[in-house]
């Protein structure tokens, strides 16, 4: 397999993963999903099946419950670069490493969810 497939393999692979995410945010029905996003409803089961076949079952059952946050863990020591207090008085402390387009993906979710 060439890289180039790789890439475009795991950038199909992302772009699923996002949008099942969104559905189970969603409160939609698959069907009526998969229509307001212009997906194909049976390459949408699919992808589902795929995903969640390479998951360990704790994963599953998570996957069925999602959470806006995951354990992390925090080094000792301040290395934080940006500290932000959340609206639910939780603290997100960002490293000096993170660049800016993942800093711009974790304020999106933060705001999508309500956070800030």
């Known amino acids: 397999m060439s890289r180039q497939q790789m890439k475009s393999n795991n950038e199909k692979r992302q772009f699923w993963r996002m949008a099942i995410e969104t559905w189970r945010d969603s409160g939609m029905s698959v069907s009526k999903f998969c229509r307001a996003e212009g997906l194909a409803e049976g390459t949408f089961y699919n ?61 999106s979710v933060l705001h999508r969810e309500g956070l800030c």
């Open 47 to 107: 992808w589902r099946k795929k995903l969640a076949d390479g998951q360990p079952q704790t994963s599953k059952q998570a996957a069925r419950n999602p959470s806006a946050f995951i354990k992390v863990a925090i080094p000792r020591g301040n290395h934080a670069l940006l500290e932000l207090v959340l609206s639910s008085g939780n603290t997100l402390r960002i490293g000096s490493g993170a660049d800016s387009k993942t800093l711009s993906s974790v304020l």
